[in-house]
């Protein structure tokens, strides 16, 4: 099974331990890594290939999901903005993903996409670390 539908079939049986929230479009998740502390997904409901395969109705949910997303990011982490990425080449399921840029981040990675960190070393998610990241943007999308 592809990633980005296990990974939502895994929130819809809630053993997907990173899921901040459902959102209208889909599941609000954390990043397995969090190189940033607050980086997010936006993983589809039902899972698309792309963007384009998605109607006007449901395109402007997904990208106002995405938009909400980094709202409650920004406002919970007070990063110095949000990068939002939507790819498809290494998973080819609709997925974007959100990344809160930091003032604190090293000049060299901070005006840089965030693939030019190192993924493999990086700190995964554990919700003992950042579970209190992921309720709170939980709440925050809730209000």
């Known amino acids: 099974?592809?990633?980005?539908?296990?990974?939502?079939?895994?929130?819809?049986?809630?053993?997907?331990?990173?899921?901040?929230?459902?959102?209208?479009?889909?599941?609000?998740v954390m990043g397995d890594v969090q190189?940033?502390?607050?980086?997010?997904?936006?993983?589809?409901?039902?899972?698309v290939a792309s963007l384009n395969d998605l109607d006007a109705d449901a395109r402007a949910t997904y990208l106002l999901d995405m938009a909400r997303i980094g709202d409650a990011v920004l406002q919970a982490t007070g990063a110095l903005r949000m990068n939002y990425e939507i790819l498809g080449n290494s998973e080819p399921e609709l997925h974007c993903h959100i990344f809160p840029r930091y003032a604190s981040e090293p000049d060299d990675k901070r005006k840089m996409p965030a693939w030019f960190y190192d993924w493999n070393n990086a700190l995964p998610y554990a919700e003992d670390v950042h579970g209190e990241l992921r309720k709170n943007i939980a709440q925050l999308l809730e209000n």
């Open 35 to 47: 190189f940033l502390p607050g980086y997010c997904l936006l993983l589809p409901d039902p899972v």
């Open 1 to 28: 099974m592809p990633l980005i539908m296990e990974r939502v079939e895994q929130a819809r049986n809630g053993t997907n331990d990173k899921v901040i929230c459902r959102m209208p479009s889909g599941w609000a």
